[in-house]
């Protein structure tokens, strides 16, 4: 799938960071059932062209590449206020040298994974940042919804107040105000309770 894929919903980016063909190809071998869109990135400079095109549930990043490496990558992501939150999982040869996990995680990682890597595993960890994922996206909408319904209410009180302000005698209009700002926080508690 080319960076240009965007996300639609709940199916969240995954975006693959490989100068390698042939890696690429083996964790969209190994993602594919995960039914999630998967963008390619063969560079540093790609994934950050990407990050800023589209949300991504998680960026699985190899170290090693030309030009800006996996380590400048992710200290990039993390310095970037939309992307700075998004799960990294650094992934590398067997051969490395050791230090490049600490550094890995030093930079912002989330999880190291050597390759050759197996791939439950790696599906596994990706389905649990998908999952979280789906759930802060969840969050975000209710939150949302708790700030509409306050400015709701503030605005029937606004409403309320203005009108017993300028006419106290008002009660039938007065009476209404009231019976719709009883409506708007009994739907706001069922909604509460519903969640």
């Not at 990050?51 to 992501?77: H, K, S, Y």
């Not at 700002?181 to 969640?195: H, K």
Request: with cysteine; net charge negative.
């Amino acid at each position: 799938m080319s960076a240009e894929a965007a996300t639609s919903g709940e199916r969240a980016g995954i975006l693959l960071v490989d100068d390698m063909e042939d890696n690429l190809i083996a964790l969209e071998a190994v993602l594919g059932s995960l039914n999630q869109p998967l963008v390619r990135a063969r560079s540093g400079e790609e994934a950050m062209k990407a990050l800023l095109r589209q949300r991504f549930a998680v960026v699985l990043l190899d170290i090693r590449m030309p030009g800006m490496d996996g380590f400048e990558t992710a200290a990039n992501i993390k310095r970037l206020d939309q992307t700075k939150d998004i799960p990294i999982i650094f992934l590398t040869g067997a051969d490395d040298d050791a230090g490049y996990a600490f550094r890995g995680y030093a930079t912002g990682a989330a999880d190291y994974l050597t390759k050759p890597f197996d791939p439950w595993v790696l599906r596994a960890k990706v389905s649990v940042f998908l999952d979280l994922h789906r759930k802060n996206r969840q969050l975000e909408r209710l939150l949302s919804q708790e700030q509409a319904n306050c400015a709701q209410v503030a605005t029937h009180l606004t409403a309320l107040e203005k009108l017993l302000a300028d006419d106290p005698l008002n009660l039938p209009e007065a009476r209404g105000q009231v019976q719709e700002l009883q409506q708007l926080v009994e739907s706001i508690r069922r909604q509460g309770r519903a969640r």
